[in-house]
């Protein structure tokens, strides 16, 4: 059974990207839609949502010993994102169906941590941030967007510095203090067996760097949070957890770089929010950098995404993306504002009805992908709304709904229905169906 990505093979021999060339083969999966996307740079600029809290975040860790990265381009190679990490050969996110690829050997950065490895190589500081958009191939709603925006941060220290743990407890008391309420079960005893703590640190070294680490997010996390909630309230939002301090607890995690890992999630709105990832690099990661033995360290990724939805009220993660003033007008530099709804443009629905060929099994999944690959953004939704089996000839029929809605403008019939003839068309040519 092959899924529609690897029946269609509409890649040109070559595609261009920031100034290189990569030629297509059977691993070229990304559509043109998906390519747009990287030339939008939204966390560069800083009149944009993403821009702003990038903005905060630094603003907030000037001083500290870290350098800002956030010009990265988004195709790295599979070494950059799975090989120098540590990632098993058969891990789900090196598949065709969880990432783009340009080619069998470049793809579109799925994690900030693609780039730890060079700024473990470059960095002069202690530590770095690094910015970027990144890219999954995941369903699309509310909160899920194939493309999005993470902040890498790092930090090392070396074990041939006199008295390291001496070191580390004065940079854990140089973090401001903050009022959060932490739930922390592993805070003085940071590993376990399922959780273990690398052979070259000592304990020591392991629960003082951890607890920079978590600090260090904690921090981070009232920050942004403090502000958010001062957001809602001007909005007028009454809810009493808005008065209480903020909670945060921290789970265990696993990555294949980093151990002992954590997630630390937030309470919001009755929920908890998982909004970073982290842990203790793994010294085969520094030393795949070409650092002396002598380095240890933590590095953690923060989604922006979800967390700029809170802080400025946005209810659609697609909204980040809209090229409409009404949306860019609303927001500045350095201010959180929040986000005053503006009407929608009216969506076209199309249905298609059809007789499924025999030994052709069809996922909705497939007809997502055709729908998108000709619709790009202008799909809101895919539904499967019929399903029966004829009762004479045991053929089964299927009609699927789909919502065809943009951002920025009205749509036109006329363009509505050229797409809807090409997703047709694949329809027929890849799955042999029978329009009806
Ligand atoms: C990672 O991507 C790791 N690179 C994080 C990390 C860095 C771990 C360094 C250890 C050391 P994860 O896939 O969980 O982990 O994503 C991190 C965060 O990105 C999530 O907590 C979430 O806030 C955000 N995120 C993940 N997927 C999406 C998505 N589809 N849309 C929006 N935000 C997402
Ligand atoms: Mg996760």
């Not at 579109?108 to 002069?124: D, N, V």
């Not at 203090?177 to 739930?183: P, R």
């Not at 090229?323 to 929608?344: C, M, V, W």
């Not at 363009?415 to 029978?434: P, S």
Request: glycine share 4%; proline share 5%; with cysteine.
């Amino acid at each position: 059974f092959q899924a529609y990505s690897q029946r269609n093979q509409k890649y040109p021999e070559q595609i261009e990207l920031d100034g290189k060339s990569y030629k297509t083969d059977e691993w070229t999966n990304i559509p043109q839609f998906i390519l747009e996307l990287t030339k939008r740079q939204l966390h560069q600029n800083p009149n944009h949502p993403i821009g702003i809290l990038r903005d905060l975040i630094e603003e907030n860790f000037k001083g500290m010993g870290y350098e800002f990265y956030y010009d990265f381009k988004p195709t790295v190679t599979t070494y950059q994102n799975f090989d120098v990490l540590g990632f098993p050969q058969d891990h789900p996110g090196r598949s065709k169906s969880d990432t783009y690829y340009l080619n069998k050997e470049h793809l579109l950065r799925t994690h900030t941590s693609a780039h730890e490895h060079e700024c473990f190589q470059q960095s002069k500081t202690p530590g770095y941030f690094i910015t970027a958009d990144v890219y999954r191939k995941d369903e699309v709603d509310r909160t899920h967007y194939p493309a999005f925006h993470q902040m890498e941060g790092a930090r090392l220290w070396s074990q041939n510095t006199p008295n390291v743990e001496e070191q580390i407890k004065r940079d854990i008391e140089s973090i401001p203090k903050t009022n959060i309420i932490v739930e922390d079960p592993f805070r003085d005893q940071p590993f376990n067996l399922e959780n273990p703590k690398q052979e070259y640190m000592t304990d020591e070294q392991c629960r003082l760097t951890s607890i920079h680490l978590k600090k260090t997010l904690e921090y981070l996390v009232n920050q942004v949070f403090e502000k958010a909630r001062e957001s809602a309230k001007l909005a007028g939002s009454t809810e009493e957890y808005l008065n209480e301090p903020l909670k945060v607890r921290w789970v265990e995690a696993y990555f294949p770089w980093t151990t002992p890992s954590w997630e630390i999630e937030v309470w919001w709105k009755g929920e908890w929010l998982e909004c970073c990832g982290c842990g203790l690099v793994k010294q085969q990661v520094l030393t795949n950098a070409e650092l002396e033995n002598d380095k240890f360290g933590w590095a953690f990724g923060v989604g922006l995404d979800r967390i700029a939805m809170l802080l400025f009220g946005i209810p659609d993660i697609r909204l980040f993306w809209t090229l409409d003033e009404r949306f860019a007008n609303q927001f500045q530099k350095g201010k959180i504002s929040t986000f005053q709804p503006y009407s929608k443009f009216p969506g076209i629905k199309r249905d298609c009805s059809f007789w499924l060929a025999n030994e052709s099994p069809l996922h909705v999944n497939d007809v997502m992908e055709i729908v998108r690959q000709h619709g790009g953004d202008l799909v809101e939704n895919v539904v499967n709304i019929d399903e029966f089996i004829h009762p004479k000839t045991g053929r089964k029929s299927q009609c699927y709904r789909i919502n065809y809605q943009s951002m920025d403008r009205n749509l036109t019939n006329d363009e509505i229905n050229a797409i809807h003839q090409k997703v047709e068309d694949d329809l027929v040519k890849y799955f042999q169906v029978e329009i009806r």
